[in-house]
């Protein structure tokens, strides 16, 4: 089976929308403990994973880290040359790397396609980036026979490190988002290529609802895996008051912010329809009445929350949504 649309440079093919950070709201929380974590584990982890269900500000926080990450870059900050010894001490400093960034989709989930994506990602950096890659590409999938797949995808990944290695020398990270979304099998034989044999000026992040097929844990035996999950990325008490109460002026008594906070378990898509909720209240009881409701209700607080907003909707709306 050939792949005609791999004949084109796949930066023709691909929505360049998906190689930019989704636009932050104006009303996101900085979250300052954990952008630090963020740049911790880029300091000192090959791989980064934040694994946490829908909704715990992943692709937040990887948008605000490129924010904090842009004001640090430097017109000196591109790419050079180093000699073999300086890749090999090369330090990832806390800011001012270069990166790529991918938002992945259900049609990635092709093996051939979702390298062609990364290879477009990384030519943000480089542009003209990866022409031998594309050449293995073309030649795995012409023709292809689905049962030697994982060994092509294997072989076209080990094309794709050398070219980092040799034409990518300075610190940046490749960031994956929606990482859940690829399910192929041999997708992910070449992203533990990638991984088991990441060249030294790389980085690699990948935000996901579950943790991917990849050999986490012979890869935290060895100290090169650095994690954030639900636990981690969950709003603490008081980021959930200064989300509420500071930020979008709700003006909650304590008692109703530890309900909530404990009824949504910190969730960050929790608060926010909470908040949308109370702000449509008109009255003080109303809302009253409404975080009682909350915290007594045996639903799960995405279902109670969604059933409120999508009552007050007129029904035109409402069976749109």
């Known amino acids: 089976m050939e792949s005609p649309i791999l004949r084109d440079a796949p930066a023709v093919w691909l929505a360049q929308t998906k190689f930019h950070p989704p636009r932050l709201r104006d009303d996101v929380l900085p979250r300052p403990r954990l952008l630090a974590a963020l740049r911790d584990a880029l300091a000192s982890h090959p791989l980064t994973l934040l694994s946490a269900p829908a909704g715990y500000g992943k692709t937040t926080l990887l948008g605000e880290w490129v924010q904090a990450n842009r004001k640090l870059q430097t017109p000196n900050s591109k790419v050079q040359t180093p000699n ?3 890749a090999d001490d090369l330090k990832f400093e806390v800011g001012g790397l270069e990166f790529s960034w991918l938002s992945l989709d259900e049609d990635d ?11 477009a990602a990384l030519q943000r950096i480089k542009p003209g980036f990866g022409v031998a890659v594309q050449a293995s590409l073309n030649e795995a999938a012409s023709p292809l026979d689905l049962s030697e797949i994982g060994a092509r995808m294997r072989r076209v990944a080990v094309v794709l490190i050398n070219d980092i290695l040799e034409t990518l020398p300075d610190p940046f990270v490749l ?3 929606d990482l859940h979304l690829i399910t192929a ?20 992040v990948a935000a996901t609802r579950h943790d991917p097929p990849l050999a986490l844990a012979r890869l935290r035996a060895r100290g090169q895996l650095a994690e954030l999950r639900l636990a981690d990325l969950r709003f603490t008490h008081d980021e959930a008051a200064e989300f509420l109460n500071d930020r979008l002026r709700l003006g909650l008594a304590p008692d109703d912010l530890l309900a909530l906070e404990t009824r949504t378990e910190g969730w960050a898509v929790g608060l926010r329809l909470t908040a949308g909720s109370l ?11 409404f975080l009682a409701r909350l915290v007594q209700t045996e639903r799960h607080a995405f279902d109670f929350l969604a059933g409120e907003v999508l009552d007050r909707q007129p029904p035109d709306a409402r069976a749109f949504l």
């Not at 051939?112 to 994506?117: E, N, P, V, Y």
């Not at 041999?186 to 690699?204: G, K």
């Not at 702000?279 to 009445?289: I, K, Y």
């Open 279 to 289: 702000d449509g209240l008109p009255t003080a009881s109303d809302r009253a009445a």
């Open 175 to 177: 960031i994956l988002d």
């Open 185 to 204: 099998a041999a997708a992910f034989v070449a992203l533990d290529t990638l991984v088991e044999r990441l060249p030294p000026q790389m980085r690699f």
């Open 84 to 86: 073999a010894q300086a």
């Open 109 to 119: 989930n092709d093996p051939l396609r979702f390298l062609a994506a990364v290879v």
